[in-house]
Nanobody, 136 residues
């Protein structure tokens, strides 16, 4: 079965940390760009971080730069999103997505074709999401 499964969400206090996992089954993430998205209540889904097939290119939305990191473990076929210094505005459902044609660029511009962080790029696979709540 071809699927992505996220895990690691939960309730954390402001300033705390969480590590999200995106595990793939049925295909190798080494052939895919993987992007983390999030959607807060009443807001549009936004791409926040991506990692290229080789892990040589990684990108972050400005709102999470310096606080979030992304990494891939090819042996585990899993991509991780380490989230530090969490803020209440990070509260959202977090999704991972994978596609061979996406491009992990240093931009969130929707006008760039295939831009991984864009809200209009299509993805072959999506996970079911994991809830992150940042609250005291």
């Amino acid at each position: 079965q071809l699927q992505l499964v996220e895990s690691g969400g939960g309730l954390v206090q402001p300033g705390g940390s969480l590590r999200l996992s995106c595990a793939a089954s049925g295909f190798s993430l080494d052939n895919y760009v993987v992007t983390w998205f999030r959607q807060a209540p009443g807001k549009e889904r936004e791409g926040i971080s991506c990692i290229s097939q080789s892990a040589g290119s990684r990108s972050f939305r400005d709102s999470v730069k310096g606080r979030f990191t992304i990494a891939k473990d090819s042996a585990q076929n899993t991509v991780y999103l380490q989230m530090n210094s969490l803020k209440p505005e990070d509260t959202a459902i977090y999704f991972c997505a994978a596609d061979t044609k996406a491009r992990c660029l240093w931009s969130t511009d929707d006008r760039i074709p295939g831009n991984a962080l864009s809200g209009v790029t299509e993805y072959a696979y999506w996970g079911q999401g994991t809830q992150v709540i940042v609250s005291s």
